[in-house]
């Protein structure tokens, strides 16, 4: 399969690598010359392995017409709409699309792109992993990527996750993908602001009794938010990633500690407007939401 | 007057700055040996001047039955209970007292002690003063001291007054004090969360609208539970105060980074209290208190 990874992050370089592995032809395309440059002379490399994994590269500039049977987007949340206009612009052809962020707030947008493609796939990462240079991603944490389909073509998404698939980097398809996402959407409205507004690594926010006290009011609102059935249930799941992830930094607080943008939006945000169209009030997710935005343009 | 000054704080040190120039007898009493020695080698300093005020100095183990005519108790507002207890097994004796602590909390407290003194008055300090050394302060914002009346003793309080103020240290007698005490508590529970949480300076709050969201969302809270009269008027004073004191750290983030205890349960969990009597819901106060106490017992 002719693939083009769109985001050269942990998540691009990640799949990059393992898709590659799985012997498809893999071009990555990416904002900077210099990660171009980079990917083109080293390729992409898994921490802890010696075999690097040969890519093609582009840059968003340099794109013009290419076709591609599958276009993976591993942007970030906030920059998907840019991103899929630039490669509208740039008239990239593609059969098929699979979009692997974070929350929930892109799926509406999602939807507006759908007549552009064959079929239009969701895939959950349930993988950690960790940017360590333009070229080399650490492998942190072994999961899966859940594979659902938003549009079109049901029989092919079985195929797809077998062809994709490869040793510790499975695909899975998901009929429940919308849960899924709502149970990843639910972890990171409770961890990632927590561990962003009080500088802590994922594990310490269980650490006393008024962190937890802030997670469990966080929870209870996303949870009657979202619909979910069981909140004990989906607690016992939270407390779970926390205690695997203890000695992590989530990326809210790595990207508030360096001034990035943060996916606050897509999170929090999304979780109040969808309480605002159910008027429930969201306090706590409130507070949060406002105080990430706040240090974001503040820049501590 | 014979005057014993408790604590050795910022407060205490500008006490007792102005009240031996005042021509007050002033005694400190501290905790720790060394302080007591360098009060006694150097005296008190003012930040800026040369002169020096000779003072007395005792630590706690010290005292012994001493008398004096005023007792100004200074320490920290979770200090009292223990510096209280501690005077009376010394059987410090003393005609007056008075509390110069922000928030409310101890208020109730003082009142168990009422029958122990001749007076029992309260200070409101509208000062700036920021601890330099065991024996310098600096007065870093010249306002006055409102006094008012506990318990018994109405017409001296003005006589009070008069012999305790000097030049830029004034005392005024306050009929209204609780509604003073009340405007403090407010302005501490709107700045003081804020700024240790985000780690910013007093006036840095008022940078942008996430974090000016937040502290009308604390001001409301606050104003309700303390049924103040005029929201708005209360929120332009929090934004003067902000402003006048735009540069300056607040106590509590001080004391956080510092891994001191904070005030945080006289000021928003005095709030919280008032509002579980109301009924009423308090989520922001609610989510800086339980931030400042996990905060508190993590020390990051």
């Given at each position: 399969v002719k693939i083009a990874i769109v985001g050269g992050g942990a998540v691009g370089l990640l799949f990059a690598n393992y898709l590659t592995k799985a012997n498809?032809?893999?071009t990555i395309v990416v904002r900077r010359k210099e990660q171009e440059?980079?990917?083109?002379?080293?390729g992409v490399k898994l921490y802890g392995h010696e075999r690097t994994e040969i890519v093609e590269a582009l840059t968003f500039d340099e794109l013009q017409s290419q076709t591609f049977d599958l276009v993976i987007i591993t942007v970030k949340q906030t920059a998907i709409?840019?991103?899929?206009?630039?490669?509208?612009?740039?008239?990239l052809i593609a059969k098929d699309i699979m979009f692997v962020q974070n929350g929930m707030g892109h799926?509406?947008?999602m939807k507006e792109l759908l007549n552009c493609f064959h079929s239009c796939y969701i895939g959950i990462v349930e993988h950690g992993a960790k940017k360590l240079s333009d070229f080399e991603v650490h492998h942190t944490g072994i999961g899966k990527v859940s594979l659902g389909i938003l549009h079109k073509n049901h029989e092919k998404i079985h195929e797809l996750a077998n062809e994709l698939s490869f040793g510790k980097f499975p695909f899975e398809v998901s009929h429940d993908w919308e849960m899924i996402l709502k149970r990843k959407l639910v972890i990171n409205a409770v961890i990632n602001?927590?561990?962003?507004?009080?500088?802590?690594?994922n594990g310490e926010l269980l650490h006393n009794e008024h962190f937890i006290g802030?997670?469990?009011?966080?929870?209870?609102?996303?949870?009657?938010?979202?619909?979910?059935?069981?909140?004990?249930?989906?607690?016992q799941y939270v407390k779970r990633i926390c205690e695997k992830t203890a000695s992590n930094h989530s990326s809210m607080l790595m990207d508030l500690t360096n001034g990035r943008e943060t996916e606050?939006?897509?999170?929090?945000?999304?979780?109040?407007e969808k309480a605002e169209e159910q008027q429930k009030n969201v306090p706590f997710t409130s507070f949060v939401y406002e105080s990430i935005k706040g240090l974001t343009s503040h820049k501590r």
């Open positions: 498809h032809h893999v440059q980079q990917l083109r002379s080293h709409k840019t991103v899929v206009n630039t490669l509208k612009m740039r008239k799926i509406h947008y602001p927590l561990t962003a507004l009080f500088q802590v690594r802030l997670m469990r009011a966080l929870l209870f609102e996303a949870v009657s938010v979202l619909q979910l059935p069981d909140e004990e249930e989906m607690w606050i939006e897509a999170i929090s945000g999304h979780i109040i």
